[in-house]
C-alpha cells in the first residue's frame, strides 16, 4: 500500500454534505451498523463528481460517474461496514476518503456492474500531499487507475474492472488453500499422503504465481 492521495479536479467540485442519516434511516440496516454511524461519523461531503460533463471523459454502462466522498471520522477510524452502506445507496462507483486523527486514507472496493465486497485502502497520509489524477481516456479507465494504489495486486494492461475483481477473490481463496494445504502437509506423518499434498500445494502456487502476474493479458476483454 502506498499513501498516496489525488487532486481531484476543480470542474468536478460538488461539495455537498449528506446528512449521515440517510444512509442508516431508510432500508435495512443492522442495530450495529447503525450504532457505527452514530458513534464513527462525525459528517459525510459529496465531495467531487467525476462524469462526462464535469472532466470530459466518456463513461460505460458499468461507470457512468465516479462519486467521490469524503467521510469525517469521529476517532481514529471508520468500519467498512458503514462504507458499505453509503456504498449500497449509491449506483455509481465511489471512491471515499477517511479523515481521521490518523491522517486522510483513500479507500474503495470494486464495483462496476457487480456489488462490491471487501474494501481496499491506501495507508493513512498525513498533511495534504496530493498527485495529479493519473491521465485516461475513459471513466472505466479513470477509474481502474484511481483504484490501482490501494490494491495487493496491480490491474493489469486492458484488465476490466469487474475481472480484477474476480481475479482477486480467486487469489484470496488461493491463498487460504495453500496455507491450509502447508498445515496439512507439516501435520502428516504418511510417505504417500505427504506426496499428494506436496503435489497439490504445487499445483496451487503456480496457479497463484500465474494470477498474480501483472504482465498476463485479462481472460476477458471487453470494449467501453
Given amino acids: 500500500m502506498t499513501d498516496v492521495l489525488y487532486r481531484w479536479p476543480d470542474a468536478a467540485r460538488f461539495g455537498r454534505s ?26 459525510i461531503t459529496w465531495a467531487y463528481k467525476l462524469a462526462e460533463s464535469t472532466i470530459n471523459l466518456p463513461p460505460s454502462a458499468e461507470v457512468p460517474e465516479i462519486q467521490v466522498l469524503v467521510v469525517r471520522a469521529k476517532q481514529a477510524d ?28 483513500m479507500t474503495a472496493t470494486l464495483k462496476a ?24 481516456i475513459t471513466l472505466p479507465n479513470l477509474y481502474a487507475a484511481l483504484l490501482d494504489p490501494l490494491l495487493p495486486t496491480p490491474i493489469r494492461p486492458g484488465e476490466q474492472v469487474a475481472d480484477m475483481a474476480s481475479r482477486l477473490a480467486t487469489i484470496a481463496r488461493l491463498e487460504r488453500d495453500i496455507s491450509a494445504l502447508t498445515r496439512k502437509l507439516r501435520a502428516e506423518p504418511q510417505l504417500n499422503r505427504r506426496v499428494e499434498l506436496r503435489r497439490a500445494l504445487k499445483t496451487e502456487q503456480a496457479r497463484l504465481q500465474d494470477l498474480t502476474n501483472t504482465t498476463t493479458a485479462p481472460t476477458t476483454t471487453k470494449t467501453n
Fill in 113 to 136: 456492474g457487480t456489488p462490491g465486497g471487501r474494501y481496499y485502502s491506501t495507508e493513512w497520509s498525513q498533511g495534504d500531499r496530493r498527485r495529479p489524477m493519473p491521465p485516461s
Fill in 18 to 43: 449528506i446528512p449521515k442519516t440517510k444512509f442508516y434511516e431508510r432500508g435495512v440496516v443492522t442495530p450495529a451498523v447503525r450504532a457505527r454511524f452514530v458513534a464513527e461519523v462525525e459528517g
Fill in 78 to 105: 471508520v468500519d467498512d461496514s458503514v462504507l458499505a452502506t453509503i456504498d449500497k445507496a449509491i449506483k455509481q462507483p465511489v471512491i471515499f476518503e477517511v479523515v481521521s486523527t490518523q491522517g486522510t486514507r
